[in-house]
């Protein structure tokens, strides 16, 4: 439930500390205000430009995450993908903008971050991919979630489904039984695939 008085207040009070340079106070307050709207895109689209000046990064990531989710329940899966690429490219952009971190303890820890939530970014974009038939990119994301972040079910039975567009019978029978022996629950759906 939205309660719009006290998100405005939230957003004043944000903004006012946003000006004053006092970023993390700033993004607390934009949390707070989060609480009553917490699918206000704009105010998350503003913690995450704080949390990159304050290079406040699990933060930032946690908010393209969230951000991501919101756009596959609008089903805007463009903007969703664009989001998972987002978090993708923060690794890529750390590696070549290290010197302008404060150290590589940072470095690290970006990249620890990153590393979190990289199965199930690759698994969403191959998913994805997946649906809109492009099958190749499918599997190279697919396999790449099931690498960072091997005993999901859901990767291997999108990757199974991907393999059966190809043809690929072998491997999309791998697929399936993996499926089954990781989640017994989701055996049925396997074996129908099967």
């Not at 009070?13 to 206000?40: M, V």
């Not at 664009?82 to 070549?96: G, M, Q, S």
């Not at 979190?116 to 698994?123: A, I, Q």
């Not at 697929?175 to 695939?193: C, D, G, H, I, T």
């Amino acid at each position: 439930m939205r309660d719009t008085a006290r998100t405005s207040q939230w957003l004043e009070t944000a903004n006012h500390l946003a000006t004053q340079g006092r970023l993390e106070d700033a993004i607390e307050a934009y949390q707070q205000a989060l609480k009553g709207d917490p699918h206000n895109l704009d105010v998350r689209g503003y913690i995450i430009a704080l949390s990159l000046k304050s290079q406040a990064w699990s933060e930032m990531i946690h908010q393209h995450m969230e951000c991501a989710e919101i756009f596959r329940q609008q089903g805007d899966f463009d903007a969703a993908v664009e989001r998972y690429r987002e978090v993708l490219r923060l690794e890529e952009t750390v590696e070549n903008q290290g010197s302008s971190l404060r150290g590589p303890d940072e470095i690290a820890q970006v990249k620890e971050a990153v590393k979190r939530v990289k199965p199930e970014d690759c698994l969403q974009i191959g998913g994805y991919f997946l649906q809109r038939n492009e099958v190749d990119q499918a599997v190279q994301y697919l396999r790449k979630s099931i690498e960072l972040g091997p005993g999901r079910w859901e990767a291997h039975m999108a990757l199974g489904k991907a393999y059966m567009n190809l043809k690929m019978d072998k491997e999309a029978i791998d697929q399936f039984q993996e499926v089954s022996r990781l989640a017994p629950q989701e055996a049925a759906e396997a074996y129908e695939m099967l």
